[in-house]
């Protein structure tokens, strides 16, 4: 299947198989799964990810992993053509997911915590109250930032090796 690339106001409702969806105004980019399941994948661009046009096919970095949809795909998009990773499902790695109480994504994170631990995986979601949308960088005197950053670095001591 190839993907094409169409820019949009605002997302559509109703997503057509083989076409990404780009709203630069929001910052967000859609499409339907790849593996053809049906279910409807929202990117936040450029935070979580790039969606390029060249061609009128779509390019889209870092991969998707689709964690909360029956399939468990993960891909990426490169000139339009999908090309397949090792199924998510089996291959994710321990995940730390910080964020505060006022986060944005709060049920992003609680979401993609879920879809991890229900896949056997270990997921660590790590809340900070009152903490808005990335406080580590944008508030780093705080003393929940200190300690977010504690527990990344215990968290990578024991993961990383």
Known sequence: MNFAYQAVERIPKQLEPGTVYHSEEFELAGLLCACGC????M????DGHQVYCKGGLATIRPSIAVCDGPCKSHYIISAGQVEWLEAYAKAFPPTLIQGGTREMLLSNFVREYQAIR??????V???YEGMPHVFQGSIPNAP???????RAAVFFKEHLR
């Open 43 to 46: 990117l936040l661009v450029p």
């Open 125 to 127: 979601l790590d809340l």
């Open 38 to 41: 049906g279910h409807r994948i």
């Open 144 to 150: 929940e930032t200190r300690a977010a950053i504690a």
């Open 118 to 123: 229900g896949g056997g995986h270990e997921a």
